[in-house]
């Protein structure tokens, strides 16, 4: 890849840009440490991407982006059909892992446990309560494609209920209330297929949201986690289990709970976990023996086009061509024969 120019897409359109803005700061500095070519692509409402593109003439993305816009497979599809290699995963990967409703559906046709659920729209408001029926407090509360847990609430009655979802719906048209789980949060960072390890994450408020993400000294992290090695490997099975369900590539972080009743729940797979020098994903590959510059060049090695579009389309050419015409290309040989 040395050879190669490679742009860090960072910034985007979603509550995560700042967070995005660190994890492209500190992968590119990485990665210029080591002697690649690299170039900083920082996209807003103002900017473009497709124009930052073209402008840049990249050989290669690497994709520091978070949220909507930029972790559901939007950014992925423009860089599937512009040709440019990508960190990460697929489109598909990246829209279902995204959408905490769809996700769900999966890991339960894969038997993947996870929390009870149900779905809620602004034409469910007027009988919330009778579609919260039995399903019992405390719950959580969350937008349906929102990372970062921005949106997320736990609520202990009707009252709090509405709240929660009405600001989920303002952030997104449908919201996902989730059956709260007394549990040990468990988070597994997985390289191509690979399963790096496993931290613990004790947020000091008792809930994982925005705040105890971002705020300093307001969530302790161990690791490895505080449960018996027999349960880590129960949860390390689980989470790459998930994670092949929805089909992820490259580097990936899947986040679950653990109970006293010996139960693992999944609670989603982030497609573009944080990489910033102190991000969870890089403190478990630090564990692991990986440090943050060859993790940085490990997920950059595993760039890839996922969708075939380019291949596709030197096939149709191959094929359009004279007859007995030896059509080569970068990613295949092709032979066209009379007849």
Known sequence: MKNKRVGVLMGGLSAERDVSMKTGAGVASALEARGYDVERIVFGPN????????KSRIDVAFVALHGR???DGCVQGLLELMGIPYTGSSVLASALAMDKLKAKELFRLHNVQT????AVTANDLHDLTDLHGS???????????EGSSVGLAKVTNEAELRAAVEVALSLDSCAIVERFINGTEIHVGILDGRVLGAI????????YDYAAKYTAGATDYILPPRIAATRVRGVLNLAERAARALGCHGACRVDLLVTEGQNEYVLEVNTLPGMTPTSLLPKI???????YGNLCE???SSATLHAGLHRSAEVRTAVAAPTSEVVRTTATTLRVVNG
Do not use: C, Q, T, W
């Open 200 to 207: 613990e994450v004790a947020p000091k408020s008792g809930l």
């Open 135 to 145: 399903f019992g407090f405390p719950a959580i509360v969350k937008p349906r494609s």
């Open 298 to 300: 490990m997920i950059l």
């Open 69 to 71: 816009g930029g972790e």
């Open 47 to 54: 900017a473009p991407l497709d124009v930052a593109l073209r």
């Open 285 to 291: 590959a630090d564990a692991a023996g990986i440090d």
């Open 115 to 118: 929390p009870p659920y149900y």
